[in-house]
């Protein structure tokens, strides 16, 4: 229902309505206009590629959900966050770095490090801020940084805050790295366990191998696995039996974890100082009691979960190998499927023929791949059903001559 002003019962003199329209220097309005040339103008739809025309009807099929075991209306975390809220007293709103052993933040923190087999965590704000937070800890300028060329984001803003170069290897490429590692010596080594653009799974027991010889320190951030892989859950690291050779993972929890925060999952000797000398722990407030009490209850339900970890599993390999029969070119080994279109837009022709059949996936573009490798990104959970799956392959099967499929880069590399 869409309200005029009188029903709303604003005065249309009133200075509500005289809103802020200040004029933006040239530099400002330079990159503005570099945006609008770049992400809108390009669209049919004038909208970034990453919005399409239509929002979800009634029966859309969506495919665009981190919330990989499907746990986020869970009655038990709800619950747990509503005793909180429902309760009367007002809980302290302030940065962590002033809490007591006993709080339920440092009880989260033991239940997590547990959870993964270590001795301690550090909860974060975001998954962003954990890694953001570890590196300007960890590295200066003097530190080499090996990191996987498709690591996420945040790792890379992290090495630049802590103002060290990057030394970035070939995707997967424990050789690569090898030969960095030869010229410019110990160092740290960053790796997402499972890629969030492609699905793929990183060769963590090569890697970790090589870290050990060099010396190096490891930081595995296990953003989309932790929940979904390894025993009850606890990742691919525990999953690779390798708990006890890499120094840090890292993880958003704003995943299989349906919640909002990240974390840092470390020995205890260096969860002792992180708090005191990482800028998002003593500048950046805390995480509130009641987000604390669902991620409480949330590693429960993970734990008891091996369920939906297996339905998991069956949709995602029924829905790569059906992508796979069709000749769409996938590199997935996980819940993350993503198709390759490359040129925007034939990403932007394959979202718009999805859209219009009421399916949803995800596009990624720059910066989030290379400019003309974007995607059609799905992520899967545990609460879709075999015949909504078997839909979305019939389309994708429907689609492919209207796409001009048969014509991608990707399409003509699985071929040769
Ligand atoms: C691999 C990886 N690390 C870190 C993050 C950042 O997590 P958050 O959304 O909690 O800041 C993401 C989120 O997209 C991610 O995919």
Not at 81 to 105: G, K
Not at 214 to 220: D, H, N, R, S
Request: glycine share 6%.
């Amino acid at each position: 229902m869409v309200m005029d002003n009188n029903q709303l019962n604003i005065d249309n003199d009133s200075p509500a309505l005289h809103r802020n329209k200040l004029d933006f220097p040239e530099f400002l309005e330079n990159k503005l206009i570099e945006c609008d040339r770049e992400l809108f103008l390009p669209r049919k739809n004038g909208k970034p590629l990453v919005v399409g025309d239509l929002a979800p009807g009634p029966g859309a099929i969506i495919l665009q959900s981190n919330d990989y075991l499907n746990i986020s209306n869970h009655p038990e975390i709800r619950k747990a966050q509503i005793d909180i809220l429902s309760n009367t007293e007002s809980e302290p709103v302030m940065s962590a770095v002033f809490f007591h052993d006993d709080s339920p933040n440092h009880c989260f923190e033991r239940e997590m490090a547990e959870f993964a087999g270590f001795e301690s965590s550090i909860v974060c704000q975001s998954g962003w801020a954990a890694n953001v937070g570890l590196m300007q800890v960890i590295a200066d300028k003097t530190t080499p940084v090996y990191i996987d060329f498709f690591t996420h984001m945040s790792l890379w803003e992290g090495i630049k805050v802590s103002g060290a170069t990057p030394r970035s290897f070939r995707h997967n490429d424990p050789e690569h790295l090898e030969r960095l590692i030869r010229e410019y010596g110990q160092g740290i080594i960053m790796l997402d366990s499972l890629y969030s653009t492609i699905g793929d799974i990183a060769p963590l027991r090569e890697i970790i191998e090589i870290a050990e010889r060099y010396e190096c320190i490891t930081i595995v951030d296990e953003s989309h696995s932790l929940g979904t892989h390894g025993p009850h859950g606890s990742g691919l690291v525990a999953e690779f039996g390798l708990t006890d050779k890499v120094h840090f993972i890292t993880g958003s929890l704003a995943k299989a974890f349906a919640g909002r925060a990240g974390i840092i999952i470390c020995s205890s000797r260096f969860a002792k100082y992180y708090p005191y000398m990482a800028f998002p722990a003593i500048f950046s407030s805390a995480l509130l009691a009641h987000e604390i009490a669902g991620l409480r209850a949330t590693i429960r339900v993970i734990r008891e979960s091996d369920d939906r970890r297996a339905k998991l599993r069956e949709n995602a390999k029924f829905f790569r190998d059906g992508l796979d029969a069709l000749g769409y070119n996938i590199a997935s080994q996980s819940q993350i499927i993503s198709i390759e279109c490359g040129l925007e837009s034939d990403t932007e022709l394959m979202r718009d023929a999805l859209e219009k059949r009421n399916v949803f996936g995800s596009v990624f573009m720059t910066p989030a791949t290379p400019k003309t490798r974007s995607l059609m990104r799905f992520s899967l959970h545990s609460g879709l059903e075999k015949q909504e799956l078997q839909n979305v392959l019939e389309i994708c099967a429907e689609i492919r001559d209207e796409i001009g499929m048969w014509n991608w880069k990707s399409t003509k590399r699985k071929s040769t």
